[in-house]
């Protein structure tokens, strides 16, 4: 209302009543529209005050969460990673500490420097772990510490640091990794695994060490520096306690020429001073720099470092601040401008009602910009929504993401699947819901698609009809994401668990709740479900029960990591079987869970007791070839392939002149005289080339030696020789005498045997002259005198004919009778006339030979039965045969068998009581020979004479 206006209403007594009246009433009102209003701004200020603080905490808290959540896994993560980082060299330790041929090899070396074979296979075993890449320095070392094998060759000597361990590992006989220590020769930080190796693979005698250096250049620094977080300020650190201190680890921390520079007193409460002191999970505190940070602290199982992952708190607090500053200056924004408008409240009365109704619009229209202008400030996307399904408002963010287009356009647009998710919302513009949530792909301005989660709520006007429906979305693609990376890890562990050689269960709570198949295989259970939710302890043999339980509780409760056990479990059949535990604790559903390892040794303790026993039988094998060789009497020697001394027996000593063990391992030609050591390497490479065992004889000082060497095969080839040699020294000389003996006895037997020719000769030359003279006789003599003088002659024949075969034989004690018979026989068909047409002869003689005791009479008997064939068997010019048998049967019997098919002996003939001169003779030799004659007179006459060589004793 103007001036001209308010004048015209005036009261009765010219006073402007109705304007003093409305601008009283207006008053009134202004006041307490003011304190409505003050009210109001109050209770507004204090709803926006708490709405921005319960924001920005909320913010500050989910900050910190997933700060906190991505702290703990990349301490876990690395621990974890550590851990079986020191395990597996741990694992490599023990492998090579068991290896026995590495044992042997190790103890040639270090026994025989100049063995090259034994140090090029020793060498090549090494060379495998230097070409890993895992060890950079590979060294055998004795007990001062001096290296007799490097890999690589020419390398200088070990750190002082592991000088100082050898002594330890020399007692102990276990492995052990020494921790960072400051290498002299290059001024770098190193770490050394250091093995046992022990004589013959026998424990516990310790007889060198190898030591086996680690760069933490080549994996350890590069690992702790991988940087796993996007953040700026994240690190990692590496330390460890000495004294009164915490000690970095981290290559970052090193300077050259000073192992460990980096020292923070525990007295400054930093927080590598808490975690060395054993403190773990997250903390707030300072670091090196004084800077505030908030860290994970773990240990890291098994040794004495602790990892640090921490972040710096500026970095972290900064986004909530310059969140909270702007949520502030909108507040302040907001308030002020509440404030303004309410101080501008016209408290004229005349003005009352227009511009009371004018300043509440505009405080209205202002309040609702200004709540448009804080939701555009949100970080979540908002979006409204007409029944139409198309976007007519959308805050900043919604913007951002969408692109500015996004306003007025089909929000189906933007969809990136086929989901329906208009349908979706559909119920809430028929107004049968109050909120819904949806997620759903949506495609960003810049192309990508991405995962948003949706809470619409629909918008209603004052008859209660929804006009629009209010979208927030959040981002949650890298949320689901991060579970879909959970499940994928988790199915992967279960894969790996699943299809593991080795049997895996999990415990949790004191149950079992995974089991994979090489489990269930081990227990003997048909299915897994026979062994999960049952008690873990009641697996384990009942001697070892208690000790796992126990083991079990410190793993779970103290995060303790021990080394690997040897226990005894139950099968579900009621058998036992042997294996090694390895245990590790890891966080499951809110409890720590522990991850159990079965490896199932009981074939391996078999085995091992098995090589107990035959180690045992070595041993004392060994102890027996020792004292063999230390008692023998004959010379025992042992080469290998390179002609050199392996093994010699204690006597060897004397024949030498030096102590054995200095003759080991030397040449032929340092032992012996250049001549004889060289015809021994050319017959050692002949056995060691043709594979076949020789006898040779040697001379050395002045003394004789016989000596038998052998190949000894190794995988079918001729590897190493051996033998022994006899002192045949007085022997040779007993040889020698011998010898001359023999010599003389040669000359004496010729002579005696010319002699003996002579006699032989000069005996048939008397018998010839003797029957020459029979012969003459006859000439003079009567028929009948002419017949005895015949029978005499051919008896001095059969005589002398022996000594005729013997003196031309070359064997004077012995007749051939083959010979003889035939010469005899002939000679008596002469002397008789026989007609061979009318007497045929047939013999068949063996060769049978006699001395000249029974050769005489044997002779004389058969001289007896030819002639009396001859005269009495074929009467009147009848024709036969004479056959003669000759043979030697089994015991040295002779066997000679003369029959005719004549006229036969006369009825009840006996000759034994025959008083025939022929047969006198022949029963008298037969008793001389000793013999048997029997008489056949079937077809003839067959004589049989059996009879045995006579044996007389000889004359001294």
Not at 439 to 452: A, N, P, Q, S, Y
Not at 454 to 462: A, N, T
Not at 534 to 542: A, E, N, Q
Not at 612 to 633: C, G, H, R, Y
Request: some cysteine.
């Amino acid at each position: 209302m103007n001036e001209a206006g308010r004048r015209k209403i005036r009261d009765p007594r010219g006073t402007p009543f109705p304007e003093k009246r409305l601008a009283a009433s207006s008053d009134g009102k202004t006041k307490r529209l003011a304190a409505l209003l003050s009210l109001g701004y109050l209770v507004l200020a204090a709803a926006i005050l708490y709405v921005g603080r319960a924001s920005y905490l909320l913010y500050l808290k989910k900050l910190e969460i997933k700060v906190q959540d991505e702290l703990v896994s990349i301490a876990d993560l690395k621990t974890e990673q550590l851990a079986r980082w020191r395990a597996e060299r741990l694992a490599d330790a023990f492998f090579l500490d068991e290896n026995v041929f590495i044992s042997v090899l190790a103890g040639r070396v270090l026994k025989t420097p100049d063995d090259d074979r034994s140090r090029r296979q020793l060498a090549a075993w090494v060379e495998k772990f230097e070409a890993s890449g895992i060890y950079d320095r590979i060294q055998l070392l004795d007990r001062e510490g001096a290296a007799f094998l490097s890999v690589p060759a020419g390398l200088p000597g070990v750190s002082a640091a592991v000088k100082r361990r050898l002594p330890d590992i020399f007692f102990s006989g276990k492995p052990e990794i020494v921790d960072f220590f400051m290498d002299e020769s290059e001024g770098q930080p190193f770490l050394s695994l250091l093995i046992p190796i022990f004589k013959n693979g026998i424990r516990p005698d310790v007889e060198s060490v190898l030591a086996l250096r680690l760069d933490p250049r080549m994996y350890l620094y590069p690992y702790l520096a991988r940087r796993s977080s996007s953040s700026r300020t994240a690190e990692t650190h590496l330390v460890r306690r000495d004294g009164d201190d915490a000690v970095f680890l981290d290559e970052d921390r090193f300077r050259q020429n000073n192992p460990f520079p980096v020292r923070i007193p525990l007295r400054d409460n930093t927080i590598f001073g808490q975690a060395v002191e054993g403190r773990e999970g997250l903390i707030r505190g300072i670091d090196d720099r004084r800077n505030p940070v908030i860290a994970c602290l773990r240990r890291v199982p098994g040794s004495p470092w602790f990892l640090v992952a921490q972040i710096d708190a500026d970095e972290l607090y900064a986004p909530a601040r310059k969140r909270f500053l702007g949520q502030m200056a909108v507040i302040i924004s907001i308030l002020t401008a509440v404030g303004l408008a309410a101080a501008m409240i016209p408290r004229r009365q005349k003005m009352r009602f227009l511009r009371e109704r004018l300043a509440a619009a505009r405080s209205l229209h202002e309040l609702s910009s200004r709540q448009e202008a804080l939701i555009a400030s949100l970080p979540e996307i908002i979006i409204e929504i007409d029944p139409a399904k198309v976007c007519f408002w959308a805050n900043m963010s919604g913007l951002d993401f969408f692109g500015e287009d996004v306003i007025g356009k089909n929000i189906g647009r933007y969809y990136a699947s086929d989901e329906d998710l208009q349908t979706k919302m559909s119920p809430l513009f028929e107004g049968s819901g109050e909120a819904v949530h949806i997620e759903g792909r949506h495609r960003r301005r810049d192309g990508e698609i991405r995962l948003l989660g949706w809470w619409c709520r629909g918008i209603k006007d004052p008859e209660g009809r929804v006009t629009a429906v209010l979208c927030s979305g959040r981002d949650i693609t890298e949320e689901r994401r991060d579970a879909e990376d959970r499940r994928e890890s988790e199915a992967r562990y279960r894969t790996l668990v699943d299809n593991a050689p080795a049997a895996v269960f999990v415990v949790r709570e004191d149950r079992v709740v995974l089991v994979n198949a090489a489990c269930t295989r081990l227990f003997g259970a048909a299915a897994p479900d026979l062994l999960l939710d049952r008690s873990p302890y009641d697996l384990i043999h009942p001697d070892h029960r208690e000790a796992f339980r126990e083991r079990i509780r410190r793993l779970r409760d103290a995060g303790e990591v021990f080394p690997t056990l040897e226990k005894k479990i139950v099968r579900l059949d009621g058998s036992t079987r042997d294996v090694e535990v390895t245990a590790v604790p890891f966080p499951d559903r809110g409890v720590m869970a522990v991850h159990v390892v079965l490896s199932d040794i009981t074939e391996r303790k078999r085995v091992e007791a098995e090589r107990e026993t035959a180690l045992a039988a070595v041993k004392e094998n060994q102890s027996i070839f020792d004292q063999f060789m230390k008692n023998s009497p004959v010379y025992m020697f042992f080469k290998d392939e390179n002609i050199r001394a392996l093994s010699l027996s204690a006597n060897y000593s004397i024949m030498l002149g030096m102590p054995v063990t200095a003759a080991l391992g030397k040449t032929m030609s340092e032992l012996f005289p250049s001549d004889l050591a060289r015809n021994m390497v050319a017959d050692d490479q002949r056995i060691l080339r043709e594979g076949r065992t020789i006898t040779v004889d040697e001379e050395l000082n002045g003394r004789h030696y016989t000596t038998i060497k052998f190949p000894i095969h190794i995988e079918g080839k001729p590897r190493y020789l051996a033998g022994f040699t006899l002192d045949i020294t007085e022997r040779k000389l007993a040889e020698d005498r011998i010898k001359a003996a023999n010599e003389a006895l040669l000359v004496s037997l010729r002579e005696k045997e010319l002699l003996l020719q002579e006699v032989h000769h000069r005996v048939k030359n008397n018998m010839q002259i003797i029957s020459s003279l029979f012969n003459l006789e006859s000439e003079h003599a009567s028929s009948e005198t002419r017949e005895i003088l015949k029978r005499g002659q051919a008896r001095i024949r059969s005589m002398s004919l022996i000594h005729e075969k013997l003196y031309r034989s070359v064997d004077l004690s012995k007749i051939d009778l083959s010979g003889y018979l035939e010469s005899l026989s002939t000679h008596l068909f002469q002397i008789y006339v026989v007609d061979p047409r009318q007497i045929r002869l047939e013999t068949d003689i063996a060769e049978v030979r006699l001395d000249i005791n029974s050769a005489i009479p044997f002779g004389l008997i058969i001289n007896e039965l030819i002639s009396n064939a001859l005269k009495h068997a074929f009467p009147g010019g009848r024709k036969g045969v004479i056959q003669i048998r000759l043979a030697r049967a089994a015991g040295d019997t002779v066997i000679l068998q003369v029959s005719d098919d004549g006229v036969g002996l006369p009825e009840g003939f006996d000759r034994s009581n025959s008083a025939g001169f022929g047969f006198q003779i022949i029963n008298l030799l037969v008793e001389q020979l000793d013999a048997v004659l029997d008489v056949d007179r079937n077809d003839g006459t067959t004589f049989t004479l059996k009879f045995k060589e006579l044996k007389y004793p000889s004359r001294p």
